[in-house]
């Protein structure tokens, strides 16, 4: 399947003053996949080692000699690693000792390879490793396809390439068609997986049987802490679907259990974090720039990575989702603001928060961050659109700031002056657009 992330890697392969590489993500979000192809197209050989239960992996690192690191390999393999021709590509790496630590030395002693390494908890490991390469490593993130990879998947190329086009009186006459395809979307995600199943099959029971698959596999993750962190991060993971049901989603840690305090939960919340399984979207106590100087710790939003996992969570029937509207108009716009969410965070890591005031029912759904502005953004998941409490913070609350804001709703693109609406399917083609 074609991933964006493949013109990242070829950029990163091309660049003068390329380091070895750490692909971060998500597990199962297709880091391996998209590695492994990458070496067989884009090189002469490409050299695996998955360090997985590997007792060869185990003491390859046992010190920093590149050239004895690599001449193991090469025997090891039968295999001839040469500079500029071989990609060097390690698998999960943090399960080896001192696996992580040793790009240092391949940065140091041998940077001309080309050396990438990934693994489907590295992001908690970079975070527990005193011994991270700081600044002798590249890094790229991957997470879930996002709707124009759905697309391409789809073989629908030329409406992927029209969201991209920002052609809004094109999109108009699309307009049927993209709700279709975004409701398809809201019930497979993006896991790889998932996608392939209902490319393959257009079975949802395939779909969903892959969605569970991939679930426990992180509840396998969750299982290898001791049992309060183990129970502490269930109870995080399978609230999100009640929390994001409120009309405030704001999380409550007393909707975890009775009592249930911040400090309790903290290291559980970092853990599915870490592990790429979350976001955070914290609230901000004005809608300035740059809004990370206005963050409120304390007040938070939870998202999961994938709107299709999410919909599994939420045991939503497949038919449900499929049919009708029900995916779009249930449970408050969960499924909506949990999609636009992870769209701006698989497009290039923009900048969200929310705002909000604890003695009034004004609420801006995310504050997004982007080419130096602050825009507020309301997300709806519906065509009755009054976006009543969005005009009263641009044009009453803030008026002295001059805002622009933006409403991503079931409607076509339409502009109103203060308030451009765009179609929740295009949220790519509005951020994208401003880049080219």
Request: with cysteine; hydrophobic share 40%.
């Amino acid at each position: 399947m074609e991933r964006t992330v493949y013109k990242k890697l070829k950029v990163w392969k091309d660049a003068a003053d390329r380091k070895p590489l750490i692909l971060l993500g998500a597990r199962q979000v297709g880091k391996t996949y998209i590695l492994k192809e990458f070496g067989r197209n884009e090189f002469q050989n490409l050299v695996y080692v998955n360090c997985h239960n590997n007792a060869f992996a185990e003491t390859l690192f046992q010190d920093f000699n590149i050239p004895r690191i690599i001449h193991a390999i090469e025997i090891n393999y039968e295999v001839k690693i040469q500079i500029g021709q071989t990609l060097l590509f390690f698998d999960e790496i943090q399960e080896v000792p001192n696996g992580i630590a040793s790009l240092k030395y391949f940065c140091e002693d041998m940077r001309q390879l080309h050396v990438a390494a990934a693994g489907s908890l590295l992001g908690l490991a970079l975070g527990e490793d005193e011994s991270f390469p700081v600044g002798k490593v590249n890094t790229i993130r991957m997470y879930p396809m996002t709707f124009t990879e759905f697309l391409l998947a789809m073989n629908r190329p030329q409406l992927c390439d029209a969201i991209l086009s920002a052609d809004w009186s094109l999109l108009r006459s699309l307009h049927d068609l993209l709700i279709e395809m975004l409701r398809q979307y809201y019930f497979v995600g993006g896991m790889p997986e998932a996608v392939s199943k209902w490319v393959e099959t257009d079975d949802p029971k395939a779909v969903r049987k892959a969605q569970n698959d991939i679930l426990q596999t992180y509840y396998f993750d969750f299982g290898k802490h001791g049992k309060t962190m183990i129970h502490r991060i269930r109870q995080v993971w399978e609230s999100i679907p009640a929390q994001l049901a409120k009309e405030n989603k704001k999380f409550i840690f007393g909707a975890l259990k009775k009592g249930a305090r911040a400090a309790d939960y903290e290291a559980a919340i970092q853990w599915l974090v870490d592990a790429g399984l979350i976001y955070k979207v914290h609230r901000v106590s004005a809608p300035k720039y740059p809004l990370k100087f206005y963050k409120d710790n304390a007040a938070f939003k939870v998202y999961l990575l994938d709107c299709g996992l999410l919909a599994l969570l939420s045991e939503s029937r497949p038919q449900d989702m499929l049919l009708g509207n029900n995916a779009f108009t249930e449970f408050k716009g969960a499924y909506t603001e949990n999609y636009f969410l992870q769209e701006l965070v698989a497009i290039g890591g923009i900048p969200a928060y929310y705002y909000s005031k604890d003695n009034s029912t004004l609420e801006i759904d995310f504050l997004v961050q982007y080419d130096g502005q602050v825009f507020p953004c309301e997300v709806k998941a519906e065509q009755n659109v009054r976006s009543k409490s969005l005009h009263t913070f641009i044009t009453g609350e803030f008026s002295e700031q001059s805002l622009h804001g933006l409403r991503f709703s079931m409607l076509p693109y339409v502009d109103q002056q203060w308030m451009e609406n765009y179609p929740l399917s295009c949220i790519e083609g509005r951020f994208r657009s401003q880049e080219d």
